[in-house]
């Protein structure tokens, strides 16, 4: 059995302990938080509730460790350290700073012959695989990816940790007009302002500067800057009532052509309609703990991504079943 660790619970660390509890060939070993593991009510039986700071005293019982904070301030410190300690697997999900996350995380897990799997999900994640895969076979061509209509669990964290937010989501709107201009062929040009609209709800704390808090969304660098964003203070009361679900999803697409005067059109497209984008992605996660562990066990180390893991190591399958069932 693997041994995972998850390390804070929130919406995504509750899809991992779903995940991992609905394999056969993984065992949920402790869930790490900060908050007053007294306070912490998990789904698991007979599994602890530890305080981060004892995480050090659990390196030999775990085998792989689910980092499950948010990307803008939590990663970025989190997924370097354990790496020194645990084979680690996160979603880091800002696409600007993947490569310094992934030099930082290198250095580590390099250093303590751990296996780092970074920015795994399904953007950054499985739409990087598409993208990567059709970019490949049809070369003479563009990508485009649209996401939503749904929550980007990543955007709503960043509005959050705004001073005077109390509570937030956020709905990344793809812009009609031009997705039905990719999948026609025509292959426009677009910006990201072009092909998507950030809708914002927002509750604030009672006496904050709402102007200054719109403000600060809207030029947001990497997160709202460059897209139409609008933004709604509403209530706590609300924000419950109309938006407690968490559904996302979204296409990769590649047109491109083929022949010797580019005369074929040729249309490649990957979607998903996701009921809880915390769930799905948690489950991407889970099976990317499993490939690292599986690696780490082959004498590799060090950081990585979606495009270096070979997906017979995902699965729970052996490789003799997956080539008589799948290939």
């Known amino acids: 059995m693997i041994r995972i660790g998850i390390y804070g619970y929130g919406n995504l660390a509750r899809g991992v302990e779903c995940a991992v509890n609905a394999t056969s060939d993984m065992e949920l070993v402790a869930i790490f938080t900060r908050r007053d593991p007294k306070s912490v009510k998990i789904n698991s039986e007979n599994v602890p509730v530890v305080n981060t700071r004892d995480v050090l005293e659990w390196t030999d019982k775990i085998d792989v460790m689910v980092i499950c904070g948010g990307s803008a301030t939590d990663l970025p410190k989190q997924t370097p350290e354990l790496a020194k300690y645990f084979n680690v697997v996160d979603s880091f999900d800002t696409h600007a700073k993947i490569p310094e996350h992934f030099a930082n ?3 580590t897990a390099l250093a303590s012959g751990k296996v780092g799997v970074i920015s795994v999900g399904w ?57 039905e201009a990719v999948r026609s062929g025509k292959a426009p040009e677009l910006t990201a302002r072009q092909k998507h609209l950030r809708e914002c709800f927002v ?33 706590e009361e609300e924000l419950k009532r109309d938006h ?46 499993r490939a690292a562990y599986r690696l780490n066990k082959k004498g590799e180390s060090g950081c990585m991504t979606v495009f270096d893991i070979a997906p017979k190591y995902l699965s729970e399958k052996t490789f003799e079943e997956l080539i008589k069932t799948m290939l």
């Open 203 to 235: 509750v604030a704390e009672e006496g904050a500067d709402l102007k200054r808090i719109e403000k600060e969304i809207v030029t947001m660098p990497n997160y709202f800057a460059d897209y139409d964003t609008i933004v709604h203070f509403i209530t």
């Open 244 to 289: 407690s679900g968490i559904p996302h999803g979204g296409f990769v697409i590649r047109s491109g052509k083929t022949g010797l005067n580019s005369e074929n059109q040729h249309i490649i497209e990957y979607s998903l309609k996701l009921d809880s984008n915390p769930e799905f992605t948690a489950s991407v996660l889970t099976a990317y703990a």
């Open 105 to 107: 995380v290198n250095e």
């Open 123 to 179: 953007d950054p994640g499985m739409f990087s695989v598409n993208r990567m895969y059709s970019s490949a076979i049809l070369p003479n061509g563009k990508d485009y990816t649209f996401w939503g209509k749904g929550v980007s669990q990543g955007h709503s964290d960043a509005i959050r940790r705004i001073e005077g937010v109390k509570d937030a989501k956020q709905y990344t709107i793809p812009v009609d007009s031009a997705l």
